[in-house]
């Protein structure tokens, strides 16, 4: 019965964020579509240190996601903005970081011969070329940029599920080369759908599906809720949770 439930919503996400990195004709002609937007609340040992706004819209013929974070946690102040834009297909078109404290910097990555090159603007300004022999498939997972996740998040529904006869819509750890602008590394990521979940979020109970993030070693657990979007995050000394 789990295993049936378990693969009867994951249909219903995957087969819903099929549109979600698609060019609709519709809203071509109407205007952009917002997929989701807001602010997560950074938490450290319970107490808010941070907050990140966030907006995912869908253009013309692809899709911009954009970041505001700001957090203090009494020795570190960091305040650094992020814009990514993915094509139709799910590859990367451009990625921009932006971060005035604690030290000004800024770095950019394009494709460039279906590859990519990140342009480094250091503390002490002098520019340098970073290239990384990653495909533009390459997923950006920046650190401290939460919605990214929730991006990974669909584009796992997108493309880690199947169907299989006599069993429908299957869904399995999936393996994703990462990007991580800030460190200028590449790396790997696994995504796994683990199931239905009951985890309390602001006093109140809710029925979430939960999902398991690997990242190099490091683990974050991922609450979303039916209409796609990521109400929790948690690693073991820290909790990210929507306004």
């Known amino acids: 019965m789990m295993k049936s439930r378990t693969a009867a919503i994951c249909a219903v996400m995957a087969l819903t ?3 979600l990195f698609a060019a609709d004709q519709k809203e071509k002609k109407t205007g952009n579509k917002v997929w989701d937007s807001g602010s997560f609340g950074i938490y450290m040992n319970g107490k808010r240190i941070g907050t990140e706004k966030f907006q995912i819209e869908q253009k013309s013929d692809f899709s911009v996601a954009t970041s505001e974070i700001k957090v203090e946690d009494g020795s570190t102040k960091a305040d650094q903005t992020a814009e990514m834009q993915i094509t139709a297909k799910g590859e990367l078109r451009s990625y921009v970081w ?3 404290s604690p030290l000004k910097e800024e770095s950019s990555v394009e494709a460039k011969d279906q590859l990519l090159v990140e342009h ?3 503390a002490d300004q002098k520019k340098m070329d970073v290239p990384h022999i990653l495909p533009v498939s390459t997923v950006i997972l920046d650190d401290n940029f939460f919605s990214q996740r929730e991006l990974l998040v669909w584009r796992y529904l997108r493309t880690g599920c199947y169907f299989k006869q006599n069993e429908g819509l299957v869904c399995g750890p999936s ?3 990462i990007l991580v602008p800030h460190q200028h590394t590449a790396g ?3 995504m796994d759908l683990i199931g ?3 985890v309390t979020i602001k006093g109140q109970e809710q029925e979430l599906n939960k999902f398991k993030l690997d990242t190099d070693g490091a683990t974050l657990w991922l609450w979303v809720n039916d209409d796609y979007k990521v109400m929790k995050m948690s690693a073991s000394n820290f909790e990210v949770i929507r306004d």
């Open 98 to 100: 932006h971060a005035t």
């Open 175 to 177: 393996h994703f080369g």
């Open 188 to 190: 790997e990521a696994v």
């Open 120 to 122: 480094v603007v250091p």
């Open 17 to 19: 964020t099929l549109s």
């Open 196 to 198: 239905r979940d009951k």
